[in-house]
């Protein structure tokens, strides 16, 4: 090749070159321009979608129960650390701790790397790693411009009474993972949930998340490299703070019903078993006060409880494992799912569903003999036991209805049950049961809260169900006598939940209405403050009592403060207003007895219907009726309800006083004291004395059921 | 080209630019005019942030005196100095292997004084396109016949591949594999135009590709080539890893249009999405704010410019001079191409700058050196040392290289700036 052909071809070799690039060029620049163009876009704009604040939760009297404040949060923003080499980042994650840990903020680094990798599974949104962090650090972060962390205001959730009404407000988590809000989120949902995001986890905060929740606002934004917004190009959606949510409850009656149900059990946990008998372990328990007028649910308190607060700003471990693991079940709200035996609270309705049925006329004598055996013994052994016996082996002697209730005849009560089912034909197979059901007991209360359970009313034919749906679990196919027998004094099956039982009470008390439990009245505009949603009472039955049977019942409740098995923890209480009420004791095989009372007041025009239950803590009478009396003294006797600050630590719960070693209550003094604290008279000393002396002559064989003696006559 | 009268008052410097080519210096300046432009939009000037726009003036300024030098001084006389720079730039190349040098992205390839980092690698090249040079000619004034022989004779072919592979496997050690790249391609264009055999270009060309296959396999040169290299084959293994700067960088030239998004606006380039934006990946952003027919001039000024280098190179008749004129349009064509070639994704990336458009003294400076070497070829290339022997040479050079007669050069020879 000569010198000059090697020039042409060095030539043409340079020109190929240059016509491949310009081809390349070409084909990205006039042929894919439009596409790259889309993918620039897409490289700098960025959806930010960030929650607005969550409504607020207030209380019948506007007492804001559940609210929010401004907070400096610092963020880790993983999309804004993915450029880092693993070292780079490391290294600045531990400078950012070491920053927060000098202003005071407890983080590791390795918390951070937890928290980036974390995030790296989540979405493009920051996620919060430390809140209610100080200005300075705020500062500092500002200046010193890590990539990724931000510190920034955020609207948190605030409880201001901490741990009262709990389980009714519920605690909010945070959505876990894109999973999850995917789960959530309808396919055009006005609020889709992003990871990360405030969610309710239980109680109201999850049945009215959607309610609570603000609308959030999406704002397209321009961004660069480092993930810096460099200015908003469009706000895609207005931001817009949740709806509000006003309660029926009264926080502050909530509190006290709190405070005196945790006073009670402690008290319970003081007094002596009975021989024999297992510890009053009283660790547990629930009280409801509902609105006889309107179903509105006033307080529902429910033991142990624990604090929402906990959710939102971290917990220790051994919270976090009384939490979780304790066999207590803090978390369960015992006022709408626990499921109790209602023991002789429940005599009014096995007596109306009994008497209606013409088996025994109200002022038909019964004479209480203290044990009751069974006529059909000889023919039907199935049930087992042949005799049962009273509380206590009490002897009432000659009672009718009235009596029977107020002063708690089981043998009254044995024999109904007996009867009924002796002639199936005449009174039909579950006159009780109906009676139950049309009181509400086995059905939920229309609480707008869904774990709520429904109990359950025992019947023949539901008991062969059980047994043909699981035999292993339901071993017994056939309804036996004794069956009817325990029915008629609450026990056996029969489980009903403190809302069924604080309901069933108002229905009497409202001559047959019974509402729908209503827990919210109002969901109003989280900005304007006008309603949007009002719930109206809603009645869910109405019964036309027979009232020559409902009327001796009524009687016996009222009778049942004043002279029956309610008279010690009434004594005192204003006779002008009255609690007609009913104790109860209901027996767990190997536990201490249940303590019950239910009423309502004033007996002339009843407003207030109450159920009280401390799980394993002896006697009706002794332990859940001076509970009930406490709150009726807030309620109708005029006792002003303390008002508790909020975010205020609450009074330590005065410890009820010593018992001495005859078992009796004494204050610091030594002076004798009843249940409240309130100093005996030497005339109610004698009359105390006087009734112990009767009850321990009487007590010979105790192995069975029910109620206290009556105190002195 | 008129003649210049001598009773006429001239400054040596007027009659010095008068010399000079304006095609050769005109699309240079327009070259380093548009990368000054491409600084300031790619460093945030219009922000106050003028730093890189200065130091690149600055170097400019230096540069063009350098070019200024370079056309000035025969480029014959520097011919016996060329054995001393080379073993000097060897001693250089070592040094920075030790403790003198410094890593910057990956590569050893730095010294620091100052507030400046030199790469010698850059200045490297001119070392061996001179050494090259000198091996495959004779100095003139021995006998024409033994002219071609340079380039045939084996003992100079070994010695101009020692210095070769000497420089690459420095180079190659500092982790500078583009600039091996560089080397081994402005090499061959050497030999080729030399006139060596052909084995001895496919022999090149052979280890040329061994030594770019070794050192993107990652097994030499540690793991951010190799990673480059996979990355470039298939980008959308990892769009947030290695392949984000090509990805990126096709982005921004893609979103350019014919037209361009504008100088300073865009986006890719602005919001820092453009990675090395004012060094190895300037020409995306003049792509992005400039569009289509910003690249076709940009590509059309380097045409001219490499065009008029070859030109300069055919119409030499010194030996010496073009091989390295030649040299010289090998190493600014080898660099346009792998720069713009990984900039659209055509070819892997290297951090190879865009000669003369590039944010970087080194780079500028060794361009602008080696275009001064060029102008020095065009103003003497003719004209003798001697300017008695004058007719004589171009008679004997005529006579002995019939191509040139039969081009039809002579008559009409190109219209370069000729001092006679």
Redesign the interface.
Known sequence: MTLDRRFTVLGWLAAGLFFVLLGRVWFLQVISSPQLTEVAAGNRTREIVSESARGQIFDVNGYVVAGRRESLVVTLDWSGLRHLEAEERSDLLAEVAHEMNSAGVKIKANRLEAEYERAKTRSLQPVIVADDVSVELWVTLQERVFPGIVAERRSLRTYPYREVAAHLIGYIGRVQDQDEADELNDVDDAKPYQPGDEIGRSGLEAEFDRVLRGTPERRLVEINAKNEVVRTIEVLQPGEPGSDLHLTIDIHLQAEAERTLEYHLLLAQRRPPCEDCPDHVANAGSIVITDVSDGSLIAAASYPAFAPGDFLYGMTQAQADYLFQSPNQPFVNRAVSGLYSPGSTFKPFSAYGAITTGVRAPDDVWNDEGKYKLVSCEEDPGGGRCVFQNAKAQILGEVQLVDAISRSSDTYFYSLGEELWLDIERFGATPMQDAAEMFGFGSKSGLSLSVERSGRVPTPERRRADHERNPDAFPNEQWFVGDNVNLAIGQGDLLVTPIQLANAYAMIASQGVRYETRLVRSITNGVSGRVVQKFEPIVSNTVAFDQDTMEPIKVGLEGATVTGTAKGAFAGFPQNVGVAGKTGTAQVAGKADFALFAGYGPVEAPRYSMSVILEQAGFGGDAAAPAARKLFDYLLAGEPVPQRQPFSEPDPIVLPPELDDDGNLINEFGQRVDALGNVLTPEQIAALEKAAAQTSTAASVVEDSAEQPPTSP | MKQPNVHTPQSGFVKFVRTLDPMLIGSSLALCAVGLGAIASTTNATAGETGYLFRQIAFLAVGVALFALAARVDYRTIRPLVPIGFVITMIVLVAVLGPLGSTVNGTRGWIRFGGFSVQPAEFTKLAVISSLSVLLSRPEGRRFARMHDAATDPRRIMSALAVLGAVMLLVLAEGETGSVLVYCMVAM?IF??A?SPPRLLGLLMVSGVCAFVLAFSGGLLGDHVADRFTSFLDAGADP?GAG?NQI?S?????????LGQGIFEG??T????LPEKQTDFIFAAV?EET??VG??IV?GL??LL??RI?QT??STTDRFGQLLT?GV?AMI?VQV?QN??MT?R?LPITGIPLPLVSYGGSSLLTTLLGLGIVQSVARHRIAPARAVIQPRVILDQVSM?E??V??GELAAPVPLGIDV
């Open positions: 264009a080729f135009i006139g947030r984000y990126q096709v982005t921004a030239i893609g979103s350019g249009g014919l986006p890719q602005q919001f820092g999405f792509g569009g289509f690249i076709v590509l380097y045409g490499l065009r070859l190179a055919r030649v349009f064509l191409v713009v070639g659209i055509v290289s191509e040139v039969r081009s």
